[in-house]
């Protein structure tokens, strides 16, 4: 069975980071690709980045040169390192994958605020 568990939320003030982790499982993990999605409150799931099985990423624009995507494939773990963040990056934050059909994780709550 394939589980994602997010990690490394928390609470932080304007211009701060945060790095969180999907710890993968029940997938093989080498050959997959992996996206991060995030939903604001009260707002629609959006999707910010993504990691392909070969290490290619790819960005929502009003993320690109603050997040940045990366996995470790031998912790089958993916990560996302945010920077500079702004109070409308408070979401919950989502690891996303597919193998016949959709998986995701939990989800982790970012909250920016001073």
């Known amino acids: 069975q394939v589980q994602l568990v997010e990690s490394g939320g928390g609470f932080v003030q304007p211009g701060g980071s945060l790095r969180l982790s999907c710890a993968v499982s029940?997938?093989?993990?080498?050959?997959?690709?992996f996206d991060w999605y995030r939903q604001p409150p009260n707002k629609e799931r959006e999707w910010l980045a993504t990691?392909?099985?070969?290490?290619?990423?790819h960005y929502v624009d009003s993320v690109r040169g603050r997040f940045t995507i990366s996995r470790d494939d031998l912790k089958n773990t993916v990560f996302l390192q945010m920077n500079a963040l702004k109070p409308d990056d408070t979401a919950v934050y989502y690891c996303?994958?597919?193998?016949?059909?959709?998986?995701w994780g939990q989800g982790t709550q970012v909250t920016v605020s001073s």
């Open positions: 990691i392909s099985d070969l290490g290619a990423t």
């Open positions: 996303y994958t597919f193998l016949h059909k959709n998986y």
């Open positions: 029940g997938i093989t993990f080498h050959s997959s690709s």
